[in-house]
């Protein structure tokens, strides 16, 4: 069992910037890929970015490569997500996500344990 818990979320300006956190419990963190997904109101949640275990490998959404970056600390159980340039169509709840296989990550069906999410709001 993997609990995650996302932090980081505010409401910030157009061309801002905001960093999410995403602490894991267990000892296995390093074995999940990770990854980050977000849904607007009335819309689907959809994949932001993923990680695989090493940290060898990143995928991102098109949306927003080049202005976010993914990454991970595995000592302490962290997965980052550092998003520069945001855009008022960034706003959305922010959800970190666990998966057994880095293979197909950004599809919701890879992961098996799911944060809360953090709210991110920004302002045009």
């Known amino acids: 069992q993997v609990q995650l818990v996302e932090s980081g979320g505010g409401l910030v300006q157009a061309g801002g910037s905001l960093r999410l956190s995403c602490v894991a419990s267990?000892?296995?963190?390093?074995?999940?890929?990770m990854g980050w997904f977000r849904q607007a109101p009335g819309k689907e949640r959809e994949f932001v970015a993923a990680?695989?275990?090493?940290?060898?490998?990143?995928r991102y959404a098109d949306s927003v490569k080049g202005r976010f970056t993914i990454s991970r600390d595995n000592a302490k159980n962290t997965v980052l997500l550092q998003m520069n340039s945001l855009k008022p169509e960034d706003t959305a709840g922010y959800y970190c996500?666990?998966?057994?296989?880095?293979?197909?990550?950004?599809?919701?069906?890879?992961?098996?344990?799911w944060g809360q999410g953090t709210q991110v709001t920004v302002s045009s």
């Open positions: 990680i695989s275990g090493s940290a060898g490998s990143t």
């Open positions: 267990g000892r296995t963190f390093s074995s999940y890929a």
């Open positions: 996500a666990a998966a057994k296989y880095y293979s197909s990550t950004s599809a919701m069906r890879a992961y098996d344990y």
